[in-house]
């Protein structure tokens, strides 16, 4: 049986959590063995007892809460320590805030990762979310047929939105090979240049969206000093919310967050 660890990272934003959760009803788990892994990365106000009955109600198998905010990339290498030793063949692993919106099995991602050797994951294709991104492009020059989907090969990065890859990846030690902990574009980079992968996108046969990602308010850390990214984040709070589309404050507290 192909066996298969679905990870969940969370910045313990609960509406949110609900709303991604409610969505894994159109996840279809036949012809696999799923084991199912939360992380929460943001202790600051956290309800443990609330946040853990409300994970186990989705059938989660095992729970890390962390006493302090790490952040993403060093989130991303204690995943990998977690499960690198456990004879998993995929991870799946996504955010707190993405929602499938049809139904798709997990073997039907296994089977389009499989069907190019150039493809390091299969992430599933989400809506227009920055300035740059244009919502009305639904077709790329590198696309190609895979039954009823499409599939994208993109060289920009290694998604964790709602992407599945192989589990010989967490073997990789990316702080001894690049110096930084795992993140979209450490893994995207090292993943091209060491082994020619790059990132495929499913997206449906018409071009359009398979996940929707929602999430307008981020908080917490994101990556270390040092590590790409860090001159972009280094001077944002981790206690405070930003706009998780342009990165400025937001002066409210909302209930979702």
Not at 61 to 77: C, P
Not at 108 to 113: P, Q, T, V
Not at 156 to 165: E, G
Not at 219 to 248: H, I, V
Request: with cysteine; aromatic share 12%; proline share 3%.
């Amino acid at each position: 049986m192909i066996k298969v660890c679905h990870v969940v990272f969370s910045t313990n934003r609960i509406d949110y959590l609900k709303r991604t959760f409610d969505s894994h009803k159109n996840l279809n788990y036949d012809g696999v063995q799923v084991h199912k892994l939360f992380i929460d990365d943001y202790p600051s106000g956290r309800d443990n007892d609330k946040l853990t009955e409300l994970v186990k109600g989705y059938g989660f198998d095992e729970i890390v809460l962390h006493e302090k905010n790490l952040g993403i990339t060093s989130t991303w290498e204690e995943m990998f320590r977690i499960v690198r030793s456990r004879g998993y063949d995929y991870i799946l692993h996504q955010e707190d805030d993405v929602e499938l919106l049809q139904p798709i099995k997990v073997t039907e991602m296994i089977d389009a990762l499989k069907s190019n050797s150039r493809y390091s994951q299969i992430q599933l294709k989400r809506n227009a979310w920055y300035s740059y991104e244009d919502p009305n492009k639904l077709f790329s020059d590198t696309d190609v047929d895979f039954g009823k989907y499409k599939i994208e090969l993109n060289e920009s990065y290694f998604w964790m939105m709602f992407a599945l890859y192989p589990a010989w990846i967490s073997l990789i030690d990316f702080k001894e090979k690049t110096g930084s902990c795992p993140a979209e574009g450490v893994v995207s980079y090292h993943l091209n240049k060491e082994y020619k992968l790059n990132t495929g996108i499913l997206k449906n046969a018409d071009g359009t969206n398979i996940v929707n990602h929602f999430g307008d308010l981020t908080k917490g850390k994101r990556c270390n000093e040092n590590e790409p990214g860090w001159e972009r984040f280094k001077y944002a709070d981790p206690n405070k919310l930003y706009n998780s589309r342009t990165g400025e404050e937001v002066n409210h507290v909302s209930s979702q967050i």
